[in-house]
């Protein structure tokens, strides 16, 4: 199988690791001519301010939504998530897609009902002095506890192939796993490109 997506990726002109990851699912999209994946501006157009998000910290562009199935963050229950209102379709249709998909006790086995939070106007976690994605209410946390900043798979939980689903569900959204590109804070996720 995975001599077969390495073909793929080469033939696409994307690094050839034989992982169907997020860049890999772009190509094949625009090769397709597919545009149901919405292409979301990348981090640093969203840090110039010059992308769709505006300006970090504005309350007046946030929407609250409702999950789809229980959340808990830090033991309690979690009534509504704030995140830019560009975003909040899709991040109410994916945790509608990720509860179809696994039903509530495998979300809950797997921790994705362990919230970390969204909007938070913040530096990054990893220091230096940009703003996290965090800032702008276009990133969620799950399941922190066994996926924090420098957990590299396998370690971290979101990493095990029983959670290939969640994130394939995400990624048809747009929003991008930092822990499938670039194996660190498995449980970030962000509607802005790395590059």
Known sequence: MKTSIRLIQQKLGVP?????????????????????????????EVRRGTSVFGAPGREDVLESILPAYPLYFEGRAVRSIRVHKLIAA????????????????????????????????????GGGNSLSMHAWGIALDFAPRSNGLRVKSPRASLSHPDCTAWWEIWERHGAVSLGRERNYDWMHLQFARLS
């Open 90 to 125: 899709h991040v109410q249709q994916a945790l509608r897609e990720v509860l179809e998909h696994y039903g509530l006790a495998e979300i809950q086995r797997l921790g994705l009902d362990q919230y970390g939070g969204s909007y938070n106007y913040r530096p990054t976690s």
């Open 16 to 44: 050839a690791d034989g992982i169907m990851g997020p860049r890999t699912l772009r190509a094949i999209s625009s090769a397709l001519g597919i545009k149901e994946i919405p292409s979301w501006p990348t981090q640093a």
